[in-house]
Structures are given as C-alpha cells and as structure tokens.
C-alpha cells in the first residue's frame, strides 16, 4: 500500500521554539518534497530531496531546514518558529526518475503563537 | 523559470454539467511534464490526470480530460457530468524535464450543487 505519512498531524507552538515536522513513504522513492499551503497561495516548495543526504533548496527555504538520513524518512526543522511560519505543511515524493506524479502525505497543520 | 497560473478563484455548477478550469505555464524548457490535481475537503491531495508535452493527444482519464494548447502555454481541466463529490479545489502543476521542481497554481475552488 503506497503512503506517506506525516507527524505530526497538528502542532501548536510558541514563537521561538524549535519544530520537527516528520515524513516517512514506504514507497522507497528516491526523490521527496516538503511544501507549504496558505489560503489563496498554493503550494510553495521549500526543499526538494534527491536522495540521503542530497538536498536542494525550494522556492521558500528561508527559516526552514531539512534533514534526510534514510531514504524513507525526510525531516524538515523550524529553529525558532515564527508566526509567519502558521501554515499547512505537506510532505511528497515521486519514484523513481521524477516523471511520475507527486504522492503527498495528509498535511501537518502547525500554527506559531 | 517556471511559473503556473491559474485565474479562476472559483467555478459554480449544477450538477451533471462539464466545467473547465484554466491554467496557463511559463518554462524556458522544450520538454516538461503537467498535472492536474484535487484537493478535498479534507486536506487529501491526490493525482488526476497529466500530459507529457511531447504529447499531441489531449489526456482523458474517466470524466477527467485535459486541453492541452501548447502555443499558448495552456492546459486546461475538463470534468464532464460533473458530480457533487467533485467539489474540491484543483491545482494545476508543472515539471519541467531534466528537474525535479514541481510548481503549482494558486488552485480554482469548485463547488458542485444540486
């Protein structure tokens, strides 16, 4: 059963405090995303990554970080969350040569008092 | 580089009649790959429909099918005998070939009524 998963669903913090949003697939796709969702925006992505320890930044980076030490696990870090970082997270990936369409996971929803 | 547009905030409709949704793209590459996709009212996103640009055929998946105008940048989401489950935002979506960037639109809302 294809998925990606994401944790956690909700999250609720305070502005400065560090955030861990969480992606697995059990897909073994190479290549996986982490986008966020505002109203009327769309998705905006923040890191593109290859493979472990192979990532490349998006069109948002600023504030955020990843990290992929697995090939089915793609984490992405706010240090210091700020307010403007409210927003819907989703997690993706694509198999193999990145043809294929995106898989997405069912969102994080963080919110930053 | 890339750039998706889509114009139309929202579409109403009734029920069992065909609506289309717009997208227009911008890429310097000769070569890329565009999808469609739909957002529930849950938050799931999930795949619909695609075309690789190298296709001359309009894509039809189901009640799904795409207009595909190259010269003018376009592809556009027809569903035919719309249903009310239909009823989600769409997203457009571009890749371009040789990359792994995946761009979206800003989505169009549609709302399916009886």
């Known amino acids: 059963d294809m998925k990606v998963t994401q944790m956690p669903r909700y999250l609720i913090k305070r502005m400065g405090e560090n955030v861990l949003l969480e992606c697995g697939q059990d897909?073994?796709?190479?290549?996986m995303y982490w986008y966020r969702q505002d109203p009327g925006l769309g998705l905006q992505l923040i890191y593109i990554?290859?493979?472990?320890?192979?990532?490349s930044e998006g069109d948002i980076p600023k504030g955020y970080r990843v990290s992929r030490k697995k090939r089915e696990h793609f984490s992405l870090i706010l240090d210091s969350a700020k307010t403007n970082q409210t927003s819907v997270y989703f997690c993706a990936s694509i198999p193999g040569q990145g043809t294929g369409q995106l898989y997405f996971g069912e969102g994080s929803k963080l919110t930053v008092l | 580089a890339q750039k998706v547009t889509q114009t139309q905030t929202s579409i109403s409709v009734v029920e069992k009649t065909t609506v289309t949704m717009d997208c227009v793209y911008e890429t310097r590459d000769s070569s890329y790959f565009l999808f469609w996709y739909k957002q529930t009212a849950s938050g799931e996103i999930v795949f619909l429909i695609r075309?690789?640009?190298?296709?001359?055929e309009n894509a039809t998946v189901g009640h799904y099918s795409l207009n595909f105008q190259k010269p003018k940048s376009s592809i556009g989401l027809i569903i035919t005998a719309t249903q009310i489950e239909d009823s989600a935002v769409y997203f457009c979506a571009m890749r371009d070939d040789g990359g792994y960037k995946v761009v979206f639109g800003s989505g169009t809302r549609l709302l399916v009524s009886p």
């Open positions: 897909m073994s796709h190479e290549t």
């Open positions: 990554s290859y493979d472990v320890d192979s990532n």
């Open positions: 075309q690789d640009s190298y296709k001359k």
